[in-house]
Every structure is written in structure tokens, then in C-alpha cells.
């Protein structure tokens, strides 16, 4: 028996219309990891949304959590499975770079190949079997907690909003320290966008949608606005909550962590807002 690769707060009868999804912060580094590495282990650390679990477990009143555990190298939640990078995994299928991904193309499949500034991560190719195990023990039990506690947030409340929680590099001079992503206005209805950009700019954030990102395979997976169930994937720029060396809680820990709890409170509000039979339609 596997131990659970990610932990889950809430009770069983939602509370909230919300769900928090953190699947990029885990720290778990399995020894088959370990072994396999041609850099050292701190080269693994530009994976990590670092430390955003932390914001969202103290920003988290009665939503319904799932984080993940096991660190984002090991395998990544927010691709599609057969995101399979064959330069390391004996069992990808072999496919034009026309047909991939550009995050599969770029090194940062199903299982991240390389790191900028680090290069290459990994001295030997992994077996199908390796990849297949970590799928089935990691990211299929990932995928179907968001979906059930989207379900059962659904059948209460007539309708469920994902927030799933990144961070990412500072953008630049001038560059946004939030971005909102609905693929497009495809994952979320405009109000909850609305809701989520206001708390941002209201506390003095600046902030942009969908770019550079525009939300991953976990919205494309759970996100169905037709059906009441909407998602925005919410990056933080890591320096707004993190020391000067990036990795330990720093001096705007705590107000990132009041942004969010705004932030789910909001769409909480937003959700609720509208009568059940309509969110429904």
C-alpha cells in the first residue's frame, strides 16, 4: 500500500462552494528520485511552487484542501498524462515536436526533464513501469479527489469553484505579481474573474489574466462552466511571501495570506450569489 501522496482538509459535506487545490508545492522527494538525480537535490527547487501551501493552510477558513505531498520532479499534476517525454521515459509514445506540448518540448512534461539555469535532471531514462506506477499512485488519486470534492461541492451548493494555487518568478520590471488564469474564458465564468482581480487591485496588487499564464491540465481537466463547476488558476509571485533568498516565509507572508483568504471569500460570495436553480442551468 502506497501512503497518499497528497492531504486533504474538509469535511466530508462541504461547507463552501470552494475547493483549494495546491498540486505543486509538495516536498517529498521518494528515494527512487533521489538515486536517479545527475545534480544535486537543491537543483530540484525551481520546481516548487515553494512554500504556497503554506499560504493556502493559513489562508484556508472552511474550503475543502487537497495538497500534494510529493514534490512537483516526481511527477507534475497540472500536465495530461500522456505528457511523456521520451528522451527519459522508455514507455512515451515517439511523436513529432509539431504534435507536443510546448511545456513538453521545453522539458517540463508529465515528468520535468530539465530546469532552467540547472539543465538536465536525470542520469538514466525511467522504464514504462516506473512512470506508470507514479501515474496511477500519484496523479490519477490527485485528479479524483478535486473531482469529488467538486462533485459533492456541486450537488450542494448548485455549483463549485476550483482556485487552484501556484507561484511563480518574479515577471520583471514591470510585470504583473498576480496572474489570473481561465484559459481564456474557458474555465470560469467572467464574474468570478471579476471577483478575484478586484480583491488583487483592492489591496494593491498589480495583476494580469492569462498571461504568460493561462492555467494548465488541471482546469482543462476539471473546469466545466456549462455544467456550474469553474476554475481560475491563481500565480503568486514568490517574492511577496518569501524571504530575500526565496525559500523561508518572509515579511509579506502574512498579508499574501489575508489576499487569499479574501480571494476564496470572494468567490465564495460570488458563487452564492446567484440561486441555486440558476447556477444549476
Same mark, same amino acid.
Given at each position: ?55 493556502a493552510r493559513s489562508a484556508r477558513t472552511t474550503e475543502t ?27 512515451? +509514445?515517439?511523436?513529432?515536436? %509539431? ?5 513538453? $518540448?521545453? #522539458?517540463?512534461?508529465?515528468? *520535468? !526533464?530539465? /530546469? =532552467? ?53 518574479? +515577471?520583471?520590471?514591470?510585470? %504583473? ?5 481561465? $484559459?481564456? #474564458?474557458?474555465?470560469?465564468? *467572467? !464574474?468570478? /474573474? =471579476? ?12 495583476t494580469a489574466i492569462n498571461a504568460p499564464y493561462a492555467g ?37 507572508? %502574512? ?5 487569499? $483568504? ?20
Open positions: 500500500m502506497h501512503p497518499s501522496p497528497f492531504e486533504r482538509t474538509g469535511a466530508t459535506l462541504p461547507v463552501s462552494p470552494v475547493v483549494l487545490s495546491v498540486p505543486h508545492a509538495g516536498r517529498d522527494y521518494p528515494l527512487a528520485l533521489k538515486t536517479a538525480l545527475r545534480v544535486p537535490l537543491a537543483g530540484l527547487l525551481p520546481l516548487e511552487d515553494r512554500l504556497v501551501d503554506a499560504v484542501m487537497i495538497v500534494q505531498t510529493r514534490a512537483r520532479a516526481w511527477i507534475d499534476l497540472n500536465r495530461r498524462e500522456d505528457e511523456r517525454d521520451p528522451m527519459i521515459d522508455e514507455g512515451a +509514445l515517439v511523436s513529432p515536436p %509539431a504534435q507536443q506540448s510546448a511545456k513538453l $518540448r521545453s #522539458g517540463l512534461g508529465l515528468v *520535468p !526533464r530539465r /530546469v =532552467g539555469g540547472v539543465g538536465d535532471l536525470w542520469a538514466r531514462r525511467f522504464t514504462d513501469a516506473d512512470i506508470t506506477a507514479r501515474i496511477a499512485n500519484d496523479h490519477r488519486p490527485y485528479h479524483h479527489a478535486v473531482e469529488t470534492a467538486l462533485a459533492a461541492a456541486r450537488a450542494r451548493f448548485g455549483i463549485a469553484v476550483l482556485l487552484d494555487l501556484h507561484s511563480m518568478p518574479t +515577471l520583471g520590471p514591470g510585470g %504583473a505579481r498576480i496572474v489570473l488564469g481561465d $484559459r481564456f #474564458g474557458h474555465a470560469a465564468a *467572467p !464574474r468570478f /474573474v =471579476g471577483r478575484v482581480e478586484t480583491e488583487c487591485v483592492t489591496q494593491g496588487f498589480s494548465g491540465h488541471i482546469l482543462e481537466r476539471h473546469a466545466r462552466p456549462e455544467a456550474g463547476v469553474h476554475a481560475i488558476q491563481l500565480e503568486l509571485d514568490r517574492s511577496l511571501y518569501l524571504d530575500r533568498k526565496l525559500f523561508a516565509p518572509g515579511a509579506g507572508f %502574512a498579508r499574501v495570506v489575508g489576499l487569499v $483568504r479574501a480571494i476564496l471569500a470572494a468567490l465564495a460570495d460570488e458563487a452564492l450569489s446567484v440561486p441555486m436553480a440558476l447556477a444549476a442551468e
